[in-house]
T-cell receptor
């Protein structure tokens, strides 16, 4: 059983469309990160959220941490082919620093 | 500045052989992590080093796996008597140790291990 459930697992959309990726858990996390990974490379950190209800914007990407710190979402506006990649959410529980990763969402943006 | 580096980038080994994977963290980062990424299983935590404290080995899958961190910097992950199920990408990450930044982990490119 995955501690962090991501959905959808796969997403293929046209350039210019909007999309939302979800990361859900029954556990509380002290922090949650979103990463993007491309083939042959390690995950690249996009954002860290630590406060329940926190919303962070990074250009066309909006990240939200749930009020109860059990879930998060990533919204991309006007997707571009350069957004293509594997999006991973990862959470730290309590005082532990090691991350528990979700299973990932493979996003493909078609030109 | 330089990011996390790992070597080798690819390693093919025969079942039963031992392998060593190396990680050079970002300078000044006191925390170092090893993860494993397998097809269909996502990333799983293996081991965590924080300064001079005893490492958290709770994620190591068997006693064939071990890791060292010398001088608080470079780390080596050793897999003894490799098995085919050990085939995966082994990722190393480092972070600062305190505050919000302590949660932000920076990953290397990984070592792809194939056990034949």
């Amino acid at each position: 059983t995955q501690l962090l459930e991501q959905s959808p697992q796969f997403l293929s959309i046209q350039e210019g469309e909007n999309l939302t990726v979800y990361c859900n858990s029954s556990s509380v996390f002290s922090s949650l990160q979103w990463y993007r990974q491309e083939p042959g490379e390690g995950p690249v950190l996009l954002v860290t959220v630590v406060t329940g209800g926190e919303v962070k914007k990074l250009k066309r990407l909006t990240f939200q941490f749930g009020d109860a710190r059990k879930d998060s979402s990533l919204h991309i506006t006007a997707a571009q082919p350069g957004d293509t990649g594997l999006y991973l959410c990862a959470g730290a529980r309590g005082s532990a620093r090691q991350l528990t990763f979700g299973s990932g969402t493979q996003l493909t943006v078609l030109p | 500045g330089a990011g996390v580096s790992q070597s080798p980038s690819n390693k093919v080994t025969e079942k039963g052989k031992d392998v060593e994977l190396r990680c050079d963290p970002i300078s000044g980062h006191t925390a170092l992590y090893w993860y494993r990424q397998s097809l269909g299983q996502g990333l799983e935590f293996l081991i965590y080093f924080q300064g001079n404290s005893a490492p958290d080995k709770s994620g190591l899958p068997s006693d064939r796996f071990s890791a060292e961190r010398t001088g608080g910097s470079v780390s080596t992950l050793t897999i003894q008597r490799t098995q085919q199920e050990d085939s995966a990408v082994y990722l190393c990450a480092s972070s600062l140790s305190v505050g919000r930044s302590g949660y932000e982990q920076y990953f290397g490119p990984g070592t792809r291990l194939t056990v034949t």
